[in-house]
């Protein structure tokens, strides 16, 4: 099991930049594949990206391929979302995801945080 914490949200005008964090708890935590997903009001959760469990493998949605960048640190047990031009339509609670399986789709995956909003100005 794992234990998810996310971090880094805020309020930042549009074209700003901002870096999510998620916190793993565990031994096992390298051991999982991780993906961000956000959602905004009133919509469905929808993917943004995922890292293999090493951060060889990563995967983007098409509306933010370019501007938005995975990485971790197993070392740390943290995955990171770097968000460089971020527009209003980004505005969403963020949330990390963890589970032993490679997909994309928010009911693959069995562990989650608590999300962290945030929001673009425009």
């Known amino acids: 099991q794992v234990q998810l914490v996310e971090s880094g949200g805020g309020l930042v005008q549009a074209g700003g930049s901002l870096r999510l964090s998620c916190a793993g708890s565990g031994r096992t935590f390298s051991s999982y594949n991780v993906g961000w997903f956000r959602q905004a009001p009133g919509k469905e959760r929808e993917f943004v990206a995922r890292?293999?469990?090493?951060?060889?493998?990563?995967d983007y949605a098409d509306s933010v391929k370019g501007r938005f960048t995975i990485s971790r640190d197993n070392a740390k047990n943290t995955v990171y979302l770097q968000m460089n031009s971020l527009k209003p339509e980004d505005t969403a609670v963020y949330y990390c995801?963890?589970?032993?399986?490679?997909?994309?789709?928010?009911?693959?995956?069995?562990?989650w945080g608590q999300g962290t909003q945030v929001t673009v100005s425009s």
């Open positions: 995801a963890a589970d032993f399986r490679w997909a994309s789709t928010p009911h693959a995956y069995d562990y």
């Open positions: 890292s293999s469990q090493s951060g060889y493998s990563t």
